[in-house]
């Protein structure tokens, strides 16, 4: 069965850092786009930022330049350096790929989500 799993949450002061690591795993081809979402109880979700296979990334307005994305395709794995973080950075990560299997089938897939908390 093909699942991703985030680690690297936690709770960090104002101007610091973090990193968040997704890896896909079970019966995979190959992973597609991955990426990086986030929700505030009571918002909707907001992009952070997503990456192609070839390495071609983009992100959500809020964290330009204090975000990054990066990936290792060996190892299926998406990684988010978190930087100079804000309280409003506050939320539930969920990680996300489109992830093809090992029939060949393509479909989206979302971790179980990963709480960053971050004090002023």
């Known amino acids: 069965q093909v699942q991703l799993v985030e680690s690297g949450g936690g709770l960090v002061q104002a101007g610091g850092s973090l990193r968040l690591s997704c890896a896909a795993s079970?019966?995979?081809?190959?992973?597609?786009?991955m990426g990086w979402s986030r929700q505030v109880p009571g918002k909707q979700r907001e992009l952070v930022a997503v990456?192609?296979?070839?390495?071609?990334?983009d992100y959500g307005d809020s964290v330009k330049g204090r975000f990054t994305i990066s990936r290792d395709n060996a190892k299926n794995t998406v990684y988010l350096q978190m930087n100079s973080l804000l309280p409003e950075d506050t939320a539930v990560y969920y990680c996300?790929?489109?992830?093809?299997?090992?029939?060949?089938?393509?479909?989206?897939?979302w971790g179980q989500g990963t709480q960053v908390t971050v004090s002023s």
């Open positions: 996300f790929g489109n992830l093809v299997d090992g029939l060949g089938r393509g479909k989206d897939y």
């Open positions: 079970g019966t995979l081809l190959r992973a597609d786009s």
């Open positions: 990456i192609t296979r070839g390495g071609i990334s």
